[in-house]
């Protein structure tokens, strides 16, 4: 099948780039690529709805769709400054880096310094108490075109 694929790369690249660009135009995401959730049980016997986790399964064009949002639009919108201490949800970004960044900082100021006190925190769950509508405000007062803040306005209020 992956033979065929690059086989034929050329010839529905065209086809692709339209499917992937009517999201964004339209303002609304394909029912087909919503994503088919499994709960998935953490615990050997599960009682509670805490007790599983979910697994998505995306669509591959909904995945690629995702990364060309980021890419294109909302990655080069956040001022760099903004997100500079952030580790985490970057390409660049892992507990290692922030690990290396704290022994950095660490040691520079031990040689200036008798002790350090240094505070890192891990929000646990973060992104399933995020309030959407600040989200959202903070979102539309990026430089992004306005049919990217009317598609994310409408996945948002959607789901």
């Not at 985490?88 to 892992?94: A, D, H, L, Q, V």
Request: aromatic residues 12%; neutral net charge.
């Amino acid at each position: 099948m992956l033979v065929f694929q690059k086989l034929l790369l050329y010839e529905i690249a065209e086809i692709i780039t339209h499917i992937l660009n009517l999201p964004f135009c339209c303002g609304s995401i394909p029912n087909q690529w919503s994503a088919l959730v499994t709960l998935t049980p953490k615990v050997p016997k599960p009682v509670d709805f805490s007790d599983y986790r979910p697994i998505s399964v995306t669509p591959l064009l909904s995945r690629v769709a995702e990364k060309l949002l980021v890419a294109n639009w909302l990655r080069p919108a956040i001022p760099s400054d903004t997100i500079a201490d952030q580790f985490g949800f970057r390409p660049t970004g892992s507990t290692d880096c922030a690990l290396i960044f704290m022994m950095h900082h660490v040691s520079a100021m031990l040689e200036n310094c008798e002790y350090v006190r240094y505070l890192m925190i891990y929000f646990s769950r973060a992104f399933n108490v995020v309030n959407h509508v600040i989200l959202l405000d903070k979102l539309s007062k990026l430089n992004l075109p306005d049919y990217i803040v009317t598609f994310l306005l409408t996945v948002y209020t959607s789901s």
